[in-house]
């Protein structure tokens, strides 16, 4: 059975790309309740805001945004080297009382 799924959540899912699970972003969202997630390179930290808050249902009280540069890895044993490509890091605060249960798969 489909649901009828406002098109702004749409809008708002390409934004937020997918929540990031580390061992650092785990112990900061039990403790300062801030929240990590991979988000699309061209979105400013208000769309991301909204984007949270659409989502999740929470309230966003701060918003911190840094680009990822990719590293070289060498591809293979002779001079072929790549790299891994860059991207937008998104850490969110939330208001007190406001939570994500980001294992729960809520994207």
Known sequence: MLRAVDPAIIEHRAIILRP???EKSMRESSE?????????????????????????????????????VGKSRRRSY??????????????????????IDVLEGGL
């Open 78 to 99: 002779k001079y072929r080297i790549g790299k891994t490509a860059k991207w937008k890091k998104a850490i969110v605060t939330l208001a007190q009382g406001s939570t």
């Open 20 to 22: 990031l699970v580390t």
């Open 32 to 68: 300062n309740n801030k929240y990590s997630f991979k988000v699309d390179p061209r979105a400013n930290k208000i769309q991301i805001a909204r984007a949270v808050e659409a989502i999740f249902n929470v309230r966003v009280t701060d918003v911190h945004t840094m680009n990822v």
